[in-house]
């Protein structure tokens, strides 16, 4: 398959009063089409900024650079704000935690949605319709044709959120970034959703980066998994190796806080990590989960990115390579 999406070394900085904030440190990202990666990590690693510095939608005071961004061999940096737009919609979309950030409350849902298909592909009026209400019951909401009438407002969240990745699908996008979409919702209905967007990923052949802080959300849809700490990817890898063969310390922490079947006794508490996410002001010397990690050491100045397995890398000096294990 071939890369749909293709980061170098991108980098985000956000002046703020106390210094440049440097939210994204210099990330890989490579998606194929048709492939789920997520990106996981904990509130404020820089993963939202990521998706934005993707979307071309960042705050007006951020600086983004990057070796090269490439989209199916379109060099991003070359677009203008106009370039930029064309794809937004037509060839990307975006979904948000929050469906009412995307939504225009005076509008009703059919506008919205046929709008999207108008701005971007030559259609009649009743075409939009149709791929409106076919997507919308793609997409679990009931009496779709009824609700084409409705406004945000009447919608329950977790409708409003079915409305979104309908939105999103109108134009066939190559590719979904969808920011934390179930994390407002209540837990069955974010298993529904998460079952939703996957099934309509591979029906569809959409390449989605999703964004989450849960790996039990990444257990269930991922192929690929980044795992971002303090504005790096500091473990990149398939969604099993990720489970099976963690390499770096800070995915280990992350792990020993969900629950395992069969592992994890009822009612015992749960590990968290000790300590805080360092300040992204300014260069932050040496390994960035350094202050919380036990393990750290002199050598960890300088974490190599080591080659774990030829899908598999890992940013410590406690990683290893597969193959080394298994000839020792
Ligand atoms: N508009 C802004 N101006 C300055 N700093 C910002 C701005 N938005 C975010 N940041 C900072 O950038 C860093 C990365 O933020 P980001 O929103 O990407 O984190 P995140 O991983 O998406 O977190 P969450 O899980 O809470 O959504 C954080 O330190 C955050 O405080
Ligand atoms: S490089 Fe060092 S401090 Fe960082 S995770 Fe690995 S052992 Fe811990
Ligand atoms: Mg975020």
């Known amino acids: 398959m071939s890369l749909l999406l293709d980061i170098k070394n991108l980098k985000v900085d956000l002046p703020t009063e106390r210094g440049v904030l440097q939210a994204v440190r210099g990330i890989d990202i490579q998606v194929k ?3 789920m990666l997520c990106l996981v990590g904990e509130s404020g690693c820089g993963k939202s900024m990521t998706s934005l510095a993707l979307m071309g939608l960042l705050p007006s005071k951020a600086k983004r650079s990057a070796d090269h961004m490439r989209f199916d061999g379109i060099d991003l940096q070359s677009l203008d704000e106009r370039g930029m737009a064309n794809l937004r919609g037509s060839r990307m ?3 948000f935690q929050e469906p009412m950030t995307s939504l225009n409350p005076s509008y009703t849902l059919g506008d919205q949605l046929c709008e999207a298909l108008h701005a971007h592909k030559k259609v009649t009026a009743a075409q939009a319709r149709d791929r409106a209400v076919y997507l919308l019951e ?10 084409m009438r409705q406004y945000p407002h009447q919608l329950s ?4 959120q079915r409305v979104m990745i309908a939105m999103a699908l109108m134009c066939e996008p190559d590719l979904i970034i969808a920011d934390e979409p179930t994390t407002a919702l209540d837990v069955t209905i974010q298993a529904q959703i998460l079952r939703l967007i996957r099934e309509l990923q591979k029906e569809f052949g959409t390449a989605v980066v999703f964004i989450t802080h849960d790996l039990g959300v990444v257990a269930r849809i991922a192929d690929n998994v980044s795992v971002m700490y303090a504005g790096q990817v500091v473990e990149n890898a398939p969604v099993r190796e990720i489970f099976t063969h963690p390499s770096h310390h800070y995915t280990r922490g992350l792990l020993n806080c969900i629950p395992v079947r069969g592992k994890t006794e009822p009612g015992s508490r749960l590990q968290s990590i000790p300590g805080v996410v360092p300040s992204l002001i300014g260069k932050i010397e040496g390994c960035t989960f350094a202050n ?3 393990h750290v050491r002199d050598a960890c100045i300088a974490p190599p990115n080591v080659q774990v397995d030829p899908t598999h890398t890992a940013l410590c000096v406690d990683a290893v390579p597969l193959a080394s294990l298994e000839t020792a």
């Open 93 to 95: 979309s975006m979904i």
């Open 292 to 294: 919380r990690c036990a």
């Open 138 to 147: 793609r997409a679990g909401v009931p009496m779709a044709a009824d609700r």
């Open 157 to 160: 969240g977790g409708l409003r």
């Open 33 to 35: 089409r048709g492939e």
